[in-house]
C-alpha cells in the first residue's frame, strides 16, 4: 500500500454504535479509530456513554455523550444539538461518519445550520443508501451532506454501486474500504481448541433477527435425512434482538428436530474458542425491507478460524464468501439447495478443510490500517 497520509491530524469520530455495542458497524469504528491511530494520528472518538465505555482502555482518546446510541429521531436530534453546542472543536480537526445515526443527523442539521470542519469523511454500510435514497426529502438532505464531503467510503463493492447507480457524480471521491480482522482473531490459533463433542457443529453468529436468516437455516437442517440431523448441533450466537423471533426459532427447531442450542451474546474474547469449536459457518443473510448485508464480518472471522462457510448469495456477501472456495454460495430463494450445500459440507471433512484453509490464507490479507490510510489519504 503506497498511499502516504498527511501530517499529524486531528481526527474526530462522531458515532452511535460503539463499545461495548455489538455488531459490524460498532467493530468497524473501533478498527478503524485504532488503525488511525496506529498511523500517528490525534483520534478522538465521541460516542454515546456507558458504563462500561468510562473504564475500557482504548490507544485514543474518547468523549462520551449523553446519548442512547439509537437510531430514532430523538436521538439524532440529542446529537445534533450536541454538534451545535461542540461546533468549535470541529473547525480544526476531520469529521469522520463512520455509520448512518451520524450522518443523518449532520445531513438534517444542515439544512439550517453551517458546520466548519477541515475535512468531512463519510462510511457508508449499505442500508442507509437505501433508507435515505426511499422518500424524495431524505434523498434531497443524503445528496446535500454527500456533496459536502471531501471523501466517501463504502465497506463493499455493492454499496459503492449503489450509491453511484443513485449519484454517479460521487464516485471520483468514493472509495473501498472493506473490512479486515480484529487483531484478536488474526492471533488466535484454532488448532489449539479441542473440539466440544462427537457432533458436528454448524455455527451461526449475528444478532438473532430476521434479517440474518436463522430460521432459514433451521428449515434446511430440518429437512436432513434423520440419520444425519441426529450428528449435528446448530449454535445461535447473538443477542435477541427480536425475542418473539428467537421463540419462533426454538419452536421450530423442536418441530423439526433440529438440535438448536442458543449460546446468547458472547464476548468478544471468547468468540474465537466458538469460532474454533464449530465445523461450518452458515449465516444466510436476506434482504429484509430496505435492510441488506452490506458485507458481513463475522464470514471473514470465521474463514479465519479455518471454517468453510454457507451463505446467501446477498448484498456484499459474495466479496467476503467466494464461491466453491471459500464456502459456498446460495440463491436466498433456493431452500433445497441450502440443505444440499449443508448435507455436502457435513459428510465431506477434505471439502471442509480444503474450503477452510483456503479461507484462513485470504482473510488474513486485508488490514485496518490499509483501510485507514485508503481513507485519510489526500
Not at 498527511?6 to 455488531?23: A, D, M, N, S, W
Not at 469529521?95 to 438534517?108: D, H, N, Q, S, V
Not at 470542519?117 to 462510511?123: A, D, G, S, W
Not at 471523501?151 to 472493506?178: E, Y
Amino acid at each position: 500500500m503506497d498511499t502516504q497520509l498527511p501530517g499529524r491530524q486531528r481526527l474526530i469520530v462522531l458515532t452511535h454504535e460503539f463499545y461495548p455495542t455489538k455488531g459490524g458497524i460498532a467493530i468497524f469504528v473501533r478498527e478503524m479509530a485504532t488503525a488511525a491511530c496506529a498511523l500517528g494520528q490525534l483520534v478522538e472518538v465521541w460516542a454515546p456513554d456507558h458504563p462500561l465505555l468510562r473504564h475500557h482502555p482504548f490507544p485514543f482518546s474518547v468523549k462520551t455523550l449523553p446519548l442512547k446510541g439509537s437510531q430514532d429521531w430523538v436521538c439524532r436530534a440529542r446529537l445534533s444539538l450536541q454538534i451545535v453546542r461542540n461546533r468549535s472543536a470541529f473547525e480544526d480537526a476531520i469529521l469522520y461518519l463512520p455509520e448512518p445515526g451520524p450522518i443523518r443527523a449532520l445531513a438534517y442539521l444542515s439544512l439550517i445550520f453551517k458546520l466548519n470542519c477541515k475535512r468531512l469523511i463519510v462510511t457508508l454500510h449499505g442500508s442507509e443508501i437505501l433508507n435515505l435514497t426511499s422518500r424524495w426529502h431524505r434523498r434531497i438532505t443524503f445528496a446535500r451532506i454527500l456533496d459536502r464531503c471531501d471523501r466517501i467510503s463504502t465497506v463493499s463493492q455493492f454499496s459503492l454501486d449503489l450509491l453511484t447507480d443513485r449519484f454517479p457524480s460521487l464516485r471520483s471521491k468514493t472509495i473501498l474500504t472493506q473490512g479486515a480482522l480484529r487483531e484478536d482473531f488474526r492471533n488466535f490459533d484454532p488448532s489449539k481448541v479441542a473440539s466440544e463433542g462427537i457432533k458436528l457443529i454448524v455455527l451461526t453468529v449475528a444478532r438473532i433477527h430476521p434479517r440474518k436468516g436463522q430460521h432459514l437455516l433451521i428449515e434446511a437442517l430440518g429437512r436432513l435425512d434423520s440419520s444425519l440431523r441426529e450428528k449435528i448441533e446448530y449454535w445461535i450466537a447473538g443477542p435477541a434482538v427480536r425475542p418473539a423471533y428467537r421463540r419462533f426459532l426454538k419452536r421450530r427447531s423442536e418441530a423439526l428436530r433440529v438440535s438448536a442450542r442458543f449460546l446468547g451474546e458472547v464476548a468478544d474474547q471468547d468468540l474465537p474458542k466458538i469460532y474454533s469449536q464449530s465445523d461450518i459457518f452458515a449465516m444466510t443473510s436476506i434482504d429484509y425491507k430496505k435492510s441488506v448485508e452490506g458485507y458481513g464480518l463475522s464470514y471473514l472471522e470465521a474463514s479465519a478460524m479455518g471454517l468453510p462457510v454457507i451463505a446467501h448469495s446477498v448484498g456484499g456477501v459474495p466479496e467476503v464468501v467466494r464461491h466453491g472456495v471459500t464456502g459456498l454460495l446460495i440463491d436466498p430463494q433456493d431452500g433445497k439447495s441450502l440443505t444440499e450445500a449443508l448435507r455436502t459440507l457435513l459428510t465431506d471433512t477434505e471439502l471442509r478443510r480444503q474450503l477452510g484453509q483456503a479461507g484462513r490464507s485470504r482473510a488474513l490479507t486485508a488490514t485496518w490500517e490499509d483501510n485507514a490510510k485508503r481513507l485519510l489519504g489526500e
